[in-house]
């Protein structure tokens, strides 16, 4: 299983003497070592760091602006139909989101077992 994620640069070992390497180690707070992990905790760390605040964020504003929507309809079965929309979309973008959080975690612990990792996965 390494073979093949070596193959396919999935798992490889990053250059650690790139200025680069320690600016993203500072700033996502990541597990950086050899560099063996570095692209997965790069992805984890993204993942919990930016994608799931701003996706939570935008659908709580979802909600709240289709509730607005439904209560300023009066009755009008457009504006009712319209947040109706509005409301699936955002329950529809939280599910994916947490599909990509489950995904990249599995990934992330799939490479760890293929290289031997210590629980660094999130």
Request: one cysteine or more.
């Amino acid at each position: 299983m390494s073979s093949f994620l070596t193959l396919f640069g999935i798992v490889g070992t990053a250059h650690a003497a790139s200025p680069y390497f320690g600016y993203y180690c500072n700033a996502l707070g990541t597990y950086c070592g050899d560099g063996r992990m570095f692209i997965i905790h790069l992805a984890v760390r993204t993942i919990d760091v930016i994608v799931v605040p701003v996706i939570g964020g935008l659908a709580v504003v979802a909600v709240l602006w289709a509730s607005i929507k439904m209560i300023s309809s009066f009755g009008d079965d457009q504006g009712k139909e319209d947040a109706k929309k509005i409301i699936i979309g955002a329950v529809v973008g939280i599910v994916l989101a947490v599909a990509g959080v489950i995904i990249v975690n599995w990934v992330c612990r799939v490479v760890e077992l293929a290289t031997g990792g210590a629980g660094l996965c999130g």
